[in-house]
């Protein structure tokens, strides 16, 4: 059974701080995605990565997925208010691509003035 | 263009009724998802649909769910015999091919009394 473990689950920080979250899973997989969910709100994308060594980034926040690891962090720079969130890490249950998606239990982040 | 819709956005009912859950995926794309969120947890896969077929239905949680896309678009999720184990937010997902991003709906919060 695939498991995706996501640490922290909460995380409290303040503006202008640097911090990363990290996301284990247990099986073969190339293909990992990152969402956010506000509070209420369904899920948004926020990167997809493919491969091993991949490395994306948008505006504050930069993930990387390292295959032979089984590990991606989402890393924040020099964080603001607005990107408290949930951040959830998913993978494909089999790893090929077109299946459903493992989530983790989600990284509650509050991003205090 | 218009993302994912899910309707109702709330659905209240008794235990032991019947309910359905429609979901609208993105014009185009052919792979259709539902998940289940409960509170404080991530979401967790259901069904998988490729075109008209249900190519993956090994989340469903038992024989009182069952989920169809007749025409290839349009999925109805359908639980029989409600119990309050299954009051959640349900999910619904869609990507272009299946091995890809998927863009999730609004939900449906399911009550059950």
């Known amino acids: 059974e695939l498991k995706v473990e996501q640490n922290p689950l909460f995380l409290s920080m303040q503006e202008g701080k640097n911090y990363t979250i990290y996301c284990n899973y247990s099986t073969t997989s190339d293909r990992l995605y990152w969402y956010r969910q506000d509070p209420g709100k369904s899920l948004e994308s926020l990167f997809v990565l493919l491969s091993n060594g991949a490395v994306k980034q948008e505006g504050r926040l930069m993930a990387s997925l390292d295959t032979k690891a089984r590990l991606s962090t989402l890393h924040i720079t020099a964080a603001v208010h607005d990107l408290s969130a949930t951040y959830f890490c998913?993978?494909?249950?089999?790893?090929?691509?077109?299946?459903?998606?493992?989530f983790g239990k989600g990284t509650h982040l509050i991003i205090q003035p | 263009g218009a993302g994912v819709s899910q309707t109702p956005s709330n659905k209240v009912t008794e235990k032991g009724k019947y309910v359905e859950l429609r979901c609208d995926p993105i014009s185009g794309h052919t792979a259709l998802y539902w998940y289940r969120q409960s509170l404080g947890q991530g979401p967790e896969f259901l069904i998988y649909?490729?075109?008209?077929?249900?190519?993956?239905d090994s989340g469903l949680p038992n024989d009182r769910f069952f989920a169809v896309r007749p025409e290839g678009s349009v999925s109805t999720l359908k639980i029989q015999r409600t119990e309050r184990g299954d009051s959640a937010v349900y999910l619904c997902a869609s990507s272009y091919t299946g091995a890809g991003e998927q863009f999730f709906g609004p939900g449906t919060r399911l009550t059950v009394l």
């Open positions: 649909f490729q075109g008209t077929g249900a190519a993956d």
């Open positions: 998913a993978v494909d249950i089999r790893g090929g691509g077109a299946d459903g998606l493992t």
